[in-house]
């Protein structure tokens, strides 16, 4: 029970930061609701894959994102805008911001560093979350882009 | 007399071709500005040459576009155009594609497309107060995911209503994106540095500083930029990754000038 409310929690977590993020990009009002929906679902995914499934965040990403393109295709033929317009501001609760934070910083620790010890450590932290994080970001659009392209007609057409 | 009326024909099809063509240019402009994918712009812009008889090359450099429009008499015209300084505005993007389809299908003439392009780029968006309120809501939710206490996301939504607030403020003052960028930062870290300055009022300040610039991170364009990138797009992927890792450094240089100010060592972090 407590891991379905948590999953549940994620999900809402993520809806709120894909409605929130998407709004930025100003799409059309009747589809925020849709980027907040797919955000969840695809976000859930991940969740259950690394927490569950033990899954790698790589890959559980990937996975995540597949499910962002292919629920990003049915709600772009229902409300006939782009499927970018539900797919990327929903896949933006994935982004690894916080993998980002600490290249950034390990980096300026770096910089900052004393001896040639401390200096490959930051640098050993730098790379190793910059690694992830590249792939993640990778992962993810790869991920979005196999239904895209897939069901490539649908994609390009929905704006008829 | 005949070579006059062919002359005259001639400059008047150059003519069209011309003012055509500057469309095509602005379109792609436009759909380049608000945060389109290429292959998107590209797939728009022929399915319009080709219901209207011209056959159509983009060209995407980084801060212009090129369009040779040739037709069927093989007269071609190149048009440059810089791309436009939008915001992502997907609502536009979806209008300007509905565009491309309805002169595709004939729906409206390309001369009608001309005329009802420019009222296309006015369309509405999000009062500054509503997404003001989401985006806190977003970057606190988001706080949330990674680990932050009830605390450490008040602190992020308290940081974000601060400094998004600086960001729609000098956007509007038309003030260069990086400046803004290392403003608002700047603006949201020191409030996000609160845990720190206050100890004990949250167990996870290193989550709520790490999260409060977080709304600023360039994802659509970044996400863009590998999608360009996987579409053979190169030159255009590469100018958007620059573009969103300059944005992203800006972040860095705001949230350095933030410990230096609240005097916080990276060693506390």
């Known amino acids: ?160 | 007399m005949t070579t006059m009326t062919a002359m005259n024909n001639l400059s008047v099809v150059q003519s069209d071709l011309g003012r055509d063509c500057a469309f095509f240019a602005e379109y792609a402009s436009n759909m380049l500005g608000c945060g389109a994918t290429c292959s998107r712009i590209q797939k728009n812009i022929r399915r319009m040459a080709s219901a209207t008889g011209y056959s159509v090359e983009l060209t995407i450099l980084p801060a212009h576009c090129i369009v040779t429009l040739s037709d069927a008499d093989g007269l071609s015209y190149s048009h440059s155009s810089t791309i436009a300084d939008l915001p992502n505005d997907y609502a536009l993007n979806t209008r300007l594609s509905n565009l491309s389809w309805r002169v595709a299908e004939n729906k409206v003439s390309l001369k009608e497309a001309e005329t009802e392009f420019p009222h296309l780029l006015k369309g509405p968006r999000y009062s500054r107060l509503t997404l003001l309120l989401l985006v806190a809501a977003a970057n606190a939710a988001f706080c949330r995911i990674f680990g932050g206490d009830i605390m450490a996301t008040g602190i992020v939504a308290i940081a974000t209503l601060i400094g998004f607030s600086f960001k729609i403020l000098l956007s509007a003052q038309h003030v260069n994106y990086m400046a803004v960028t290392v403003a608002s930062a700047f603006a949201a870290a020191v409030v996000g540095t609160a845990g720190y300055v206050f100890p004990g009022i949250t167990s996870t300040e290193d989550v709520a500083l790490a999260t409060s610039v977080l709304f600023l991170i360039p994802g659509i364009p970044y996400i863009n930029s590998v999608n360009d990138l996987l579409t053979d797009h190169y030159l255009c992927a590469f100018s958007r990754f620059v573009k969103a890792t300059i944005i992203t450094a800006c972040i860095t240089v705001g949230l350095t000038a933030a410990f230096l100010l609240m005097k916080i060592s990276f060693f506390d972090l």
Do not use: W
């Open chain 1, 1 to 160: 029970m407590t891991t379905v409310l948590q999953i549940l929690a994620d999900g809402l977590l993520a809806a709120v930061a894909g409605t929130g993020f998407g709004a930025i990009s100003n799409p059309p009002r009747i589809a925020l609701k849709y980027c907040g929906l797919i955000a969840a679902l695809g976000h859930m995914t991940r969740y259950c894959l690394i927490n569950l499934g033990g899954v790698h965040i790589v890959p559980a990403s990937l996975s995540g994102a597949f499910v962002v393109g292919l629920l990003a295709i049915i709600c772009a033929k229902r409300v006939k805008c782009p499927p970018e317009t539900f797919a990327f501001p929903a896949l933006l609760p994935m982004i690894p911001g916080i993998y980002a934070y600490k290249t950034v910083q390990a980096f300026l620790l770096a910089l900052t560093a004393s001896g040639e010890e401390q200096f490959n450590h930051f640098l050993y932290i730098c790379e190793s979350n910059g690694i992830i994080c590249s792939f993640v970001i990778i992962g993810m659009v790869v991920g979005l882009l196999i239904p895209i392209y897939i069901f490539k007609r649908i994609s390009f057409s929905v704006t008829k």
